[in-house]
């Protein structure tokens, strides 16, 4: 079945500790995506790429990194600069990095700082 | 406890009726539009698309219409079912945003049975 993976599904962070979400997508889309949502809000733009070996920040990219070695994976690191990383982590994909193309979602992660 | 965060828009509608979502875009310069679903703890999902030289486009029980003139873009879904019940956010991508799209806050939809 093709689709976008995330992993895990939930995870639990000590505070000062970084921590990395896995994005996977078999779908050969070129653009991927790192969104976050908070409770009762909408989602905004982390970070993006829409090539290999390149990516741009999004509107809250302060306390992210994000790598693009290959094609089919996107994985984003919560550093300890994050101060409130508690939320819900989504990634997406597009079948081409131009505009006026669908984003097909994975699942999302729920992250939470114990 | 206190409650943390925004409280969504809410439309609450009996089984069976009809529902209207309505979502004020930002940008004049957007020129595509998607419709998005999303059930709890899990990722939005694509219902329906149009492109700003439409204003409107129909789907299965789902119809969107796009306002341009007054920046305004409305999901209706016809006999509305229990399963239907989700939040459904907009998103808009305009001219200089390349393939970002970039979301509405959502409204929450409840069908009664």
């Known amino acids: 079945d093709g689709g976008i993976t995330q992993s895990p599904k939930y995870l639990f962070r000590k505070e000062g500790q970084n921590v990395t979400l896995s994005c996977e997508q078999n779908?050969?889309?070129?653009?991927m995506y790192w969104y976050r949502q908070d409770p009762g809000q909408g989602l905004r733009l982390i970070y993006y790429?829409?090539?290999?070996?390149?990516?741009q920040k999004g509107d809250i990219a302060e306390g992210y990194s994000v790598s693009r070695e290959k094609k089919e994976s996107f994985p984003l690191t919560v550093t300890s600069a994050q101060k409130n990383p508690t939320a819900f982590y989504l990634c997406a994909s597009s079948i081409m990095a131009v505009r006026g193309t669908e984003a097909f979602f994975g699942q999302g992660t729920r992250l939470t700082v114990v | 406890g206190e409650s943390v965060g925004l409280h969504l828009p809410t439309l609450s509608v009996q089984e069976g009726d009809n529902s209207i979502i309505n979502c004020a875009y930002s940008?004049?310069?957007?020129?595509?539009f998607i419709w998005y679903k999303q059930e709890s703890g899990k990722g939005p999902q694509f219902i329906i698309d149009?492109?700003?030289?439409?204003d409107k486009r129909q789907g299965q029980r789902v119809t969107v219409l796009l306002n341009k003139t007054v920046k305004h873009l409305s999901l209706q879904i016809a006999a509305t079912q229990p399963g239907d019940s989700a939040v459904y956010f907009c998103a808009e991508n305009y001219e200089t945003s390349g393939s970002r799209l970039t979301f509405g806050e959502g409204t929450q939809l409840t069908v009664n049975p």
């Open positions: 940008n004049s310069a957007s020129d595509y």
């Open positions: 149009i492109r700003s030289n439409m």
């Open positions: 779908l050969n889309h070129d653009a």
């Open positions: 790429s829409q090539i290999v070996n390149d990516f």
